[in-house]
């Protein structure tokens, strides 16, 4: 199956910092991949859909300029959090997809980044 | 606007079958997804239902029904690491990716 990397998996910084979050994809092509917040006992949040090559694509409410997200290779797309407050804690997931394999518009997860701001 | 609903938490006792449902609006149809996500790691693909009927893998087992906008995820002789949550996901006609809350699931022994 197709795998999707993060790193780091876990990262602490100060307030005012920025953090930066790369997703690969390790053994295919991603044209697309989205990345996700989940707070503690909260569904995914999708923050951003990430084209290579070109501008991603906020979702409603996501601060473009906050959260910096580079896709410049069919392997490599970056979230970047800006000037991280408390409030930026979190669980963040990338995935690519969907891919039609076998009828399946499936998408594969990376491990996700527990990023704390302290 | 779109909505997906599935029970919040459901309890079960390991060695028995517990049943996730699911209901959805969405703007346009394509496909309906499970996943299973433990704490603190990243959702896992279990099945994806397009058409009405019954998919069955193994120990897990996923229903649809378009014309009620339902599906159902079944679990079978429950094992303790089956205690997760299961999310539940339908894709729209622009192929993103609608979410459920998710549905907690506690195995008992």
Redesign the interface.
């Given at each position: 199956g197709a795998v999707v990397s993060q790193h780091p998996s876990r990262v602490i910084c100060k307030s005012g910092t920025s953090v930066k979050i790369e997703c690969r994809s390790l053994d295919f092509q991603a044209t697309t991949m989205?990345w996700y917040r989940q707070f503690p006992?909260?569904?995914?949040?999708?923050m951003a859909?990430s084209n290579e090559g070109s501008k991603a694509t906020y979702e409603q409410g996501v601060e473009k300029d906050k959260f910096l997200i580079n896709h410049a290779s069919l392997t490599l797309s970056t979230l970047t959090v800006t000037s991280a407050h408390p409030e930026d804690s979190s669980?963040y997931?990338c995935s690519a997809g969907?891919f039609n394999r076998d009828?399946?518009?499936?998408?594969?997860?990376?491990?996700?980044t527990?990023l704390t701001v302290t | 606007g779109q909505n997906i609903d599935q029970p919040t938490e459901m309890t079960a006792t390991e060695g028995a079958i517990v049943q996730i449902n699911c209901t959805y609006q969405t703007s346009g149809f394509n496909g309906l997804f499970w996943y299973q996500q433990h704490a603190g790691e990243a959702p896992t693909f279990l099945s994806y239902n397009v058409l009405d009927g019954l998919e069955e893998k193994g120990r897990f087992s996923s229903f649809l029904s378009r014309s009620k906008g339902y599906s159902y995820l079944l679990l079978k002789e429950l094992q303790m690491k089956d205690s997760a949550s299961y999310l539940c996901a339908v894709m729209d006609s622009n192929y993103q990716l609608i979410w459920g809350a998710g549905t907690k699931l506690i195995i008992k022994p």
């Amino acid at each position: 199956g197709a795998v999707v990397s993060q790193h780091p998996s876990r990262v602490i910084c100060k307030s005012g910092t920025s953090v930066k979050i790369e997703c690969r994809s390790l053994d295919f092509q991603a044209t697309t991949m989205f990345w996700y917040r989940q707070f503690p006992k909260q569904s995914l949040m999708l923050m951003a859909t990430s084209n290579e090559g070109s501008k991603a694509t906020y979702e409603q409410g996501v601060e473009k300029d906050k959260f910096l997200i580079n896709h410049a290779s069919l392997t490599l797309s970056t979230l970047t959090v800006t000037s991280a407050h408390p409030e930026d804690s979190s669980f963040y997931i990338c995935s690519a997809g969907p891919f039609n394999r076998d009828f399946s518009y499936e998408q594969y997860f990376g491990p996700g980044t527990r990023l704390t701001v302290t | 606007g779109q909505n997906i609903d599935q029970p919040t938490e459901m309890t079960a006792t390991e060695g028995a079958i517990v049943q996730i449902n699911c209901t959805y609006q969405t703007s346009g149809f394509n496909g309906l997804f499970w996943y299973q996500q433990h704490a603190g790691e990243a959702p896992t693909f279990l099945s994806y239902n397009v058409l009405d009927g019954l998919e069955e893998k193994g120990r897990f087992s996923s229903f649809l029904s378009r014309s009620k906008g339902y599906s159902y995820l079944l679990l079978k002789e429950l094992q303790m690491k089956d205690s997760a949550s299961y999310l539940c996901a339908v894709m729209d006609s622009n192929y993103q990716l609608i979410w459920g809350a998710g549905t907690k699931l506690i195995i008992k022994p």
